[in-house]
């Protein structure tokens, strides 16, 4: 009598199928061992389809596992009948007929785990999704019936039910990340706000391939054909290509757009994302075939690299050219020196990138350089050009700090140009002096501009603008500090009223003139305009006091004195603290 085992099934059919399995040689299979496959394998098929056994390859148990060892083994002899019996055997047509139907249900179950355990189809993935979600058990048993498949030689048909489940399962999560293809006539026609919400979401989608899918997929790919890497790798690299390929018609199309300095950071969001997606798929590159594609890719983010450099070269322009012909008022901050800034401030935050891109195209440029007939090299490999100048070498090294250099000396060179237009000479050292320092500012309030600039820079900027503080206090408090001098106060060893009186009477009206005038500059920096103060202070008000303390006795009483003196020492620092202030009272004042 046959006894049931936990499953239910009996024992009978285990115990000498499994001693038939274990001893069984590929070359002495008896015709009743081969039945007996045959048999076991029909019974098996019968009861998962009868229902009989409620779940198929529920937990991998071990009559499943000699199920599997069953089907792969008659494979083996078939191939062996095959080779020594005629064709159309009886023999070899029903095993032929038995290992086709067990293909045909492992196949059904393959396409059922795929799609029925997990795989993250129905929710949205994030970079911290474990993707795709398949139990640890199901992928071993996913591996045995792939491992059997390919064994039995059918895999072909393993092949293709794998693939059509994966990539329904990945474009049902560019669904889910909300990715849409859009006609490239349609990118061109689109305003560019529009256009960039479309980008924003774009470069989601591509990160999310990058960082989650693409990694998500090849990790299944090689655990399921774990014992085929080449299969596993074929079956990653098609479904990655038929993706990317979509991706790109996007990237493509928004490359072709006309080129202007407010998209640069979106062009280069878009770089970045294209480099993480190569690096996510990079290594399925394998034959000819995804060589090409690999070359498409690299070819799309180019395009963006050029883009850049031509904004970067535009900007350069546009720097050359802005010759406004109206000073700023009050020698503040030019507005081409804060757009300029916060400009390269957020373009130093894609440092990698632009250096990389400044890189290709210097390299480039030496190429093209090296190859004109007049500077032919015996050699064409770019990495050997020569240098012609310590400059060279920099931009071989870091060719995006070189390119934000130029355009700070452009920048300097134009703000020279523009300091010009203040007839005041020390008017023309507060507009330098406040856009020394606001671009100084803006480099050491950035981690990454002050990365790009370097410290050196940093403090030969430090050196420029106290230079400007220097010339300024010169040209302004040394004509008041020659009045307050002591020397020609006296005339045959005595002094003389009519000097005194003149000296003070002159200081005052000199010192009115220059709060009249420069208490409508503007000083915005708080620190700066501190520092101004506090060192017109160290120089005045001491000279004054020392002044004031020598010779006010020589004018007599209050009433007559207060008519040379207007100012105390004490009112010194009052006045001071009134200048760089911009008061727009005093500069409506002085433009009527």
């Known amino acids: 009598m046959e006894k049931n085992n936990d499953s239910g099934c009996p024992t009978s059919d285990i115990d000498p199928f499994k001693n038939s399995v274990s001893t069984s040689d590929e070359n002495s299979e008896a015709p009743e061992n081969i039945e007996t496959f045959s048999k076991i394998i029909e019974s098996r098929i019968a009861k998962y389809n009868s229902g009989e056994i409620p779940t198929r390859f529920g937990k991998m148990t071990e009559e499943e596992s000699f199920f599997l060892e069953a089907v792969m083994h008659l494979s083996k002899l078939t191939n062996v009948i095959a080779k020594s019996s005629p064709s159309g055997s009886t023999l070899l047509n029903w095993t032929n007929l038995v290992l086709q139907r067990a293909m045909t249900f492992m196949e059904e179950e393959f396409r059922t785990l795929l799609e029925d355990f997990g795989g993250c189809s129905n929710s949205k993935v994030d970079k911290n999704s474990d993707y795709p979600s398949y139990p640890p058990e199901v992928v071993t048993r996913m ?78 790919g090689e655990s399921v054909f774990f014992d085929s890497p080449m299969i596993s790798q074929s079956l990653f690299s098609n479904l990655a290509r038929s993706i990317v390929i979509q991706i790109l018609d996007f990237a493509e199309a928004v ?257 009115d003139e220059i709060h009249r005038t420069q208490s409508t500059w503007v000083v915005s920096d708080e620190q700066l305009r501190s520092e101004l103060r506090v060192s017109i202070s160290a120089v005045l008000i001491p000279a004054y006091r020392s002044f004031f303390g020598r010779f006010r006795q020589y004018l007599g009483n209050t009433k007559h004195a207060e008519k040379y003196i207007k100012y105390q020492p004490e009112d010194i620092e009052t006045l001071i603290e009134g200048l760089f202030d911009g008061n727009p009272t005093s500069m409506a004042r002085r433009k009527t």
């Open 143 to 220: 591996n045995q019936i792939a491992t059997a498949m390919i064994s039995a030689g059918f895999e072909t048909e393993c092949c293709q039910v794998y693939s059509i489940s994966r990539r329904n399962a990945f474009y049902e999560q560019l669904k889910m990340l909300e990715f849409e293809k859009i006609n490239g006539d349609d990118v061109q026609r689109m305003p560019w706000d529009s256009l960039e919400g479309e980008i924003t979401q774009w470069i989601n989608v591509a990160k999310s391939c990058s960082s989650t899918l693409f990694p998500g997929e090849r990790r299944l």
């Open 255 to 511: 490359s072709r757009t006309k080129r202007s300095a407010e998209k640069l950071f979106k062009f280069l969001d878009i770089y970045e994302a294209i480099r993480d997606l190569v690096s996510a798929i990079s290594e399925s590159f394998s034959n000819d075939g995804e060589h090409e594609l690999k070359s498409e890719i690299l070819a799309t983010r180019d395009r963006f690299g050029e883009a850049a450099v031509n904004v970067f070269c535009d900007l350069e322009s546009s720097i050359k050219n802005d010759a406004a012909r109206t000073p700023v008022p009050g020698g503040a901050v030019h507005p081409l020196t804060r757009y300029v800034m916060n400009y390269l401030k957020y373009a130093c935050e894609y440092r990698d990138a632009l250096e990389h891109i400044f890189q290709e195209h210097a390299k480039l440029e030496a190429y093209s350089s090296a190859t004109s007939p007049s500077k032919w090299k015996s050699s064409l490999d770019i990495d050997h050009v020569e240098s012609e100048s310590p400059l060279d070498d920099v931009a071989a090294t870091m060719p995006f700090s070189t390119q934000l250099m130029k355009i700070m000396e452009l920048l300097d060179s134009n703000l020279e140009a523009k300091s010009n237009l203040y007839r005041d000479p020390s008017l023309r050292d507060i507009f330098l002096m406040n856009n020394g320092r606001y671009i100084l500012q803006k480099a050491k309030g950035s981690t990454e501009v002050r990365q790009v600039m370097g410290d050196t820079w940093c403090r030969r900027r430090s050196t420029t603008v106290r230079q400007y503080h220097k010339n300024y206090q010169r040209e302004t408090w040394g004509r008041v500090l020659q009045i307050l001098s002591h020397d020609g106060m006296q005339m045959n060893g005595k002094v003389t009223k009519p000097v005194v009186k003149e000296r003070f009477k002159n200081f005052s009206t000199m010192l």
